[in-house]
Nanobody, 125 residues
Framework: QVQLVESGGGLVQAGDSLRLSCAASGRTFSSYAMGWFRQAPGKERELVAAVAWSIGSTRYADSVKGRFTISRDNAKNTVYLQMSSLKPEDTAVYYC??????????????????WGKGTLVTVSS
């Protein structure tokens, strides 16, 4: 059974940085694409960043390019989201996701199959 546990969320001020972590278990972590998504109140869940099984392939939402970085440590079965220059509009519940495939797809949720319960990030102005 796949388990994804996010951590690192919290309340920060605009311009601050924060790093989210997602610890995965129950599946061979290194073989599958991973992603971070977020959902703000009243809005649909959206992609933040994704990484294929190989760190060389990543995708970012336009709204976070240049500010957020996704990375993975296969030895620790963990994927990270380093967030900098945070803005109030980044406020959302952030979810970690895992695919059953090595690469993510072009669908809105990138074909992710497993989801964590989320961690709340609140950015005050």
């Amino acid at each position: 059974q796949v388990q994804l546990v996010e951590s690192g969320g919290g309340l920060v001020q605009a311009g601050d940085s924060l790093r989210l972590s997602c610890a995965a278990s129950g599946r061979t972590f290194s073989s599958y694409a991973m992603g971070w998504f977020r959902q703000a109140p009243g809005k649909e869940r959206e992609l933040v960043a994704a990484v294929a099984w190989s760190i060389g392939s990543t995708r970012y939402a336009d709204s976070v390019k240049g500010r957020f970085t996704i990375s993975r440590d296969n030895a620790k079965n963990t994927v990270y989201l380093q967030m900098s220059s945070l803005k109030p509009e980044d406020t959302a519940v952030y979810y970690c996701a895992m695919s059953k495939n090595r690469y993510y797809t072009d669908s809105p949720l990138l074909g992710m199959d497993y989801w964590g319960k989320g961690t709340l990030v609140t950015v005050s102005s």
